[in-house]
């Protein structure tokens, strides 16, 4: 993606192909044109809910969150009014080749896109990108799986 194309995008709105743009171009252009730009680490989440809790915490979003996709759509609609300009993610690592989260990882794009109509009716800007990873690996015999938390 061209530099020009990129900050059109930027400026309007709307999903980004993870594929054609380097999440740090991406960063370093959303903080040229004032939008917050957030990264939201999926790699390890292995449900909705702890990909929602992910998402909440990229954003800072208060510990009071319902941990549904209404609650997501009102924490990104709520974090996109709360900037002075709008508010760019990026989904890193969405495992959404797991069958634990391939339905899920529609609905949560659903609602990403969801956002970026209520952004834009509201005088904001709301971009996301989704890196997909496909499915998690399978775990080795007598070895447990990182936890989500990382210890």
């Known amino acids: 993606m061209t530099q020009t194309a990129l900050e059109n995008q930027l400026k309007k709105g709307g999903q980004l192909d993870a594929a054609s743009v380097s999440r740090e171009a991406l960063a370093e252009k959303a903080q040229a044109l004032g939008l917050s730009c957030q990264v939201v680490e999926c790699d390890r989440a292995r ?83 989704i890196e997909h990873a496909g499915k998690h690996p399978d775990p080795e015999p007598g070895v447990a799986p990182l936890p989500y938390s990382g210890s």
């Open 47 to 129: 449900s909705r809910s702890a990909v929602l809790r992910a998402v909440v915490k990229a954003v800072d979003f208060p510990e009071f969150f319902g941990g549904n996709l209404d609650a997501l759509y009102d924490c990104l609609c709520d974090t996109v009014l709360d900037q002075k300009v709008g508010l760019c993610l990026w989904f890193h690592n969405l495992h959404s080749g797991d069958p634990a989260l391939a339905e899920d990882a529609k609905a949560i794009e659903a609602v990403c896109r969801d956002v970026v109509d209520y952004a834009a009716n509201n005088g904001r800007v709301f971009v996301f990108a």
